[in-house]
């Protein structure tokens, strides 16, 4: 199956620790996003890359948040210094072009706990 | 900016019964609209979206919903439930501008499936 990947599926760290999230696209997809989802709420939107090119942060992705994608492949979501509002579930999804042709093919998450 | 409402943040119906959840926009421009279904602990799946063409969507799992522009409203409708229709759906909204096509979700609704 050629779905997206996630890793870890769960990740619990200690206030003040580092976390790093890794995310494979379905192949060949250009574009990806990050979206984080708390309890009892949507997904909201993180951040975006075409390829390489990372395009649009949203607001809620702090400084001591940030995401890569090398080569236009997988992507990585680090947090730095985490907090307990940190503790969600961050999902990543991708698509091969225009979201109203194709929609997103969502991962199926990393859930983090932050203690 | 745009936004969706989905009232009912739990909803139950018996095996068999119609299956009618609420989806309510705003948007300040021709909206695109999506609803997506979530089991526990595991990614979202695309059920239906439209995009400006028919009205009437039809989706997988025997799903459909209908844009009414008067109404600013994208109900999703099942004639006939399933036990396995029991997870959380999320109604989400997005435009076409040819770049970050970020969907914004709303807060889901929880459908439980009673015997």
């Given at each position: 199956d050629t779905g997206v990947s996630q890793d870890p599926r769960h990740k619990i760290t200690k206030r003040g620790q580092n976390v790093t999230f890794r995310c494979d696209p379905?192949?060949?997809?250009?574009r990806l996003y990050w979206y984080r989802q708390t309890l009892g709420q949507g997904p909201e939107f993180l951040t975006y890359f075409q390829n390489e090119a990372q395009l649009e942060k949203s607001r809620?992705?702090?400084?001591r948040f940030s995401a890569e994608r090398p080569k236009g492949s997988f992507s990585t979501l680090e947090i730095q210094?985490?907090?307990?509002?940190?503790s969600a579930m961050y999902l990543c999804a991708s698509s091969p072009g225009r979201t109203l042709n194709y929609g997103y093919t969502f991962g199926s998450g990393t859930r983090l706990t932050v203690v | 900016a745009q936004s969706v409402t989905q009232l009912g943040s739990h909803v139950s119906v018996s095996e068999g019964a119609l299956v009618l959840l609420r989806c309510n926009y705003s948007s300040s421009v021709p909206p695109y609209l999506f609803w997506y279904v979530q089991y526990p602990n595991q990614g979202l799946q695309l059920l239906l979206k439209y995009t400006s063409a028919a009205t009437l969507v039809k989706g997988i799992n025997g799903f459909e919903a209908e844009f009414k522009k008067s109404e600013t409203s994208f109900h999703l409708t099942k004639p006939s439930a399933h036990m396995s229709d029991a997870a959380e759906y999320f109604c989400a909204v997005s435009r076409d501008n040819f770049g970050n096509e970020k969907l914004t979700f709303g807060t889901g609704t929880r459908l439980t499936i009673i015997p």
């Open positions: 379905i192949s060949e997809h250009n809620l992705l702090s400084d210094r985490t907090e307990q509002g940190d | -």
